[in-house]
Antibody, heavy 121, light 107 residues
Framework: QVQLHESGPGLVKPSQTLSLTCSVS??????????WSWLRQPAGKGLEWIGR???????DYNPSLASRVSISVETSKSQFSLRLSSVTAADTAVYFC?????????????WGRGTLVTVSS | DIQMTQSPSSLPASVGDRITITCRAS??????LNWYQQKPGKAPKLLIY???SLQSGVPSRFSGSGSGTDFTFTISSLQPEDFATYYC?????????FGQGTKVEIK
């Protein structure tokens, strides 16, 4: 059973860079047919897709965040990472990583528990 | 971006009720529509994918239908554990986008 786990600082100062890592266990991050995505959810609000990466390194980003986002993958460690630069209070949210199935419909079928990141000085 | 609009935003209901949530896309997304359930403090859980396919392990009281721009999500007989927020999500194109959510709450 594939499991995902987010890790990283829970507090980031304004204008700095948010960095999170998602560790994949119980399965291979290199399995064909899966992207690996980041999403976020501000308190009391809806879900926003940030972007995704294929094990080959190909990425797609949400245009609303693309100028500040970078997603990378380290297959040897079964991890993928998110970097979001120049953060403001508006970036305060629970950040989720998820497996993004790229066949038979395309959907997020496995999610991490989420990690709260607060942007504050 | 494809805009997803859910209605209602809040749905008071009782155990045993049949409930229906609708989701409308701003353009045709064929059948590229998924439904998730989210409980407070938890990650979303996939219930329905490709508009009408039931995810493995999900009870059969959950169902979905529709194609193009209009979609429906139904719980045939609401159970106590079903009180939660439900989101639709399109996977027709990037950026992936979600509806604003429907909170199913106790009447």
């Amino acid at each position: 059973q594939v499991q995902l786990h987010e890790s990283g600082p829970g507090l980031v100062k304004p204008s700095q860079t948010l960095s999170l890592t998602c560790s994949v266990s119980g399965g291979s991050i290199n399995s064909g047919g899966y992207y690996w995505s980041w999403l976020r959810q501000p308190a009391g609000k809806g879900l926003e897709w940030i972007g995704r990466i294929y094990p080959s390194g190909n990425t797609d980003y949400n245009p609303s965040l693309a100028s500040r986002v970078s997603i990378s993958v380290e297959t040897s460690k079964s991890q993928f990472s998110l970097r979001l630069s120049s953060v403001t209070a508006a970036d305060t949210a629970v950040y989720f990583c998820a497996r993004d199935v790229d066949f038979d419909g395309e959907y997020f079928d496995v999610w991490g528990r989420g990690t709260l990141v607060t942007v504050s000085s | 971006d494809i805009q997803m609009t859910q209605s209602p935003s809040s749905l008071p209901a009782s155990v045993g009720d049949r409930i229906t949530i609708t989701c409308r896309a701003s353009q045709s997304i064929r059948s590229h529509l998924n439904w998730y359930q989210q409980k407070p403090g938890k990650a979303p859980k996939l219930l329905i994918y490709a508009a009408s396919s039931l995810q493995s392990g999900v009870p059969s009281r959950f169902s979905g239908s529709g194609s193009g721009t209009d979609f429906t999500f139904t719980i045939s007989s609401l159970q106590p554990e079903d009180f939660a927020t439900y989101y639709c999500q399109q996977s027709y194109s990037t950026p992936r986008t979600f509806g604003q959510g429907t909170k199913v709450e106790i009447k």
